[in-house]
């Protein structure tokens, strides 16, 4: 069976090796050796100036709104997983959607302005599969209006954008370490911010708001990453040139296989250097890739619709039209895209999506 993603697995015997320090020095959560030697590492590797690891990628969405008080309506996207709306109402705000651009598939800027009200507080985007906003706009239009930015970067591991880690954009970014995500730590994530202050608050409050054992500083939840998780990181960072490698040869394959006179690839923003973190096809019509869903699922391969549905047609949301995110969301599907898919299976995917009527 070929799913859409294959979790990484470092060898177990290195793995073991790591757990040993946790086990030798009994300490298995709280911010231990491990935590701290996999943010060292991490920091090194994004090339990013600091990082908090976190239980998972949803949790930083939801304390960075909290660490920057936002209130009323926060502008957001459409096309983007279900923890970038929820996030925004789970902590009583209201999300306003604006749509996506139809080839980068990241939140459409132009159209940013128009939907900014005298309530409007931030504006949350995801960098879609890694691939970037446009940012400077978005960073124009905040300074403009007075807004705070959030970036999800829960795909943008990695990622670099005019040659500065993705990460560093926008006034606070979350990412993911979730095992279908590129980088992962079984579950897990990261916040990242560059203003030292709100750094400190965003620490605070993923930690309880402990300000040592006894005092507090504030109001604070429970993000931390354990010793488990982050023996997980760090015994998978050292494959990841190979992991990348891997991935770019599949999606070379599919680049040079495919025929894209009915399929649309995703474009790639200039300027970025891409993860590979997913490799999405955009089909004409919600037909044809049912039929390509039906026909790949016969051969034991199983893509995922991936974002699907739209998020404005979340059940607890007021409904809004989103022309351009539902017409993708109808016809996009994320092909099967691992270490270790082999060419054989790639050549046979792209057989199927070619003889697509
Ligand atoms: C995976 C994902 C998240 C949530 O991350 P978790 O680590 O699963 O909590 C948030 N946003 C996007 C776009 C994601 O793909």
Excluded at 27 to 51: F, Q
Aim: glycine content about 4%.
């Amino acid at each position: 069976m070929i799913n859409v993603t294959k979790t990484f697995l470092p060898p177990q015997e290195e793995f073991n090796a790591i757990l040993k320090q946790a086990w030798d020095k009994k300490w298995i959560t709280n911010r231990g050796n491990l935590v701290l030697e996999l943010e060292k590492k991490l920091k090194t590797y994004l090339s990013v100036p600091n990082i908090i690891a976190t239980t998972n990628g949803t949790l930083p969405l939801q304390i960075a709104i909290k660490a920057l008080k936002l209130k009323g309506e926060i502008i957001t996207t459409p096309f983007s997983y279900v923890a970038t709306s929820s996030s925004i109402v789970w902590e009583g705000c209201i999300p306003v959607f604006v749509d996506i651009h139809p080839d980068y598939l990241t939140i459409d800027e132009t159209k940013i302005e128009s939907a900014i009200t005298e309530n409007t507080s931030a504006i949350i985007a995801t960098h879609v599969f890694g691939n970037p906003c446009h940012v400077d706009k978005i960073e124009a239009i905040a300074k403009k209006h007075q807004l705070k930015v959030i970036y999800d970067a829960a795909h943008s591991f990695g990622v670099t954008y005019k040659g500065n880690s993705i990460f560093n954009y926008g006034d606070i970014s979350a990412c993911s370490f979730h095992a279908t995500k590129l980088f992962h730590t079984g579950e897990g994530g990261a916040m990242f911010c560059n203003n030292q202050e709100l750094f400190n608050t965003l620490f605070y409050l993923h930690n309880f708001g402990h300000d040592g054992p006894e005092q507090f500083q504030g109001l604070g939840i429970n993000a931390k990453m354990s010793e488990l998780q982050a023996a997980m990181g760090l015994a998978v960072l050292p494959y990841m040139g190979k992991i990348l490698d891997e991935r770019k040869r599949v999606i070379n394959v599919y680049q040079r296989e495919l025929i894209f006179s009915k399929l649309k690839p995703l474009i790639i923003r200039d300027n970025t250097n891409w993860n590979y973190s997913y490799y999405p096809v955009v089909f004409e019509t919600e037909k044809q890739l049912k039929a390509a869903i039906l026909e790949l699922n016969k051969n034991n391969i199983y893509p995922r619709r991936y974002f699907y549905p739209s998020l404005n047609n979340l059940p607890y949301l007021k409904k809004v039209d989103m022309p351009v995110s539902e017409s993708i969301a109808q016809t996009i599907l994320c092909l099967p895209l691992s270490h270790d898919l082999n060419e054989a299976s790639i050549l046979k995917i792209c057989e199927i999506l070619n003889e697509i009527e």
